[in-house]
């Protein structure tokens, strides 16, 4: 199982940013799809998830509104659409998948299998 996380760089304040989760050796409809991110030294932070299924979609309150967690099952790829990026927004992003048939967790430890990372840099 592959999870390449990509779409990352350097944006301004304000801007956007699509990542993307390619995913290979598991199919992402059957599974939940999350992404982390993390700050160097500090822990990593739940940002948004995709269940299974249903497609049901979370995000934590700091990025409510502003970013969209979406899924094409024909790629099976999972992007985070990030509007409106702020400075603390800046971190190395992830993107793991739980599963099969398993719901979103805001915790790091459930998830079973995670990609490299992409570094997300907001700042004028």
């Known amino acids: 199982v592959q999870l390449q996380a990509s779409g990352g760089g350097l944006v301004q304040p304000g801007g956007s940013l699509r990542l993307s989760c390619a995913v290979s050796?598991?199919?992402?409809?059957?599974?939940?799809i999350g992404w982390f991110r993390q700050v160097s030294g500090g822990e990593r932070k739940f940002v948004a998830c995709?269940?299974?299924?249903?497609?049901?979609?979370y995000y934590r309150d700091s990025v409510k509104g502003r970013t969209t967690i979406s899924r094409d099952n024909a790629k099976n790829t999972v992007y985070l659409q990030i509007d409106s990026l702020k400075s603390e927004d800046t971190a190395v992003y992830f993107c793991?998948?739980?599963?099969?048939?398993?719901?979103?967790?805001?915790?790091?430890?459930?998830?079973?299998?995670w990609g490299q990372g992409t570094q997300v840099t907001v700042s004028s």
């Open positions: 995709i269940t299974s299924g249903d497609d049901s979609t």
């Open positions: 050796g598991l199919t992402v409809g059957n599974y939940a």
């Open positions: 793991a998948a739980r599963g099969p048939w398993k719901v979103c967790e805001v915790s790091a430890g459930p998830y079973d299998y």
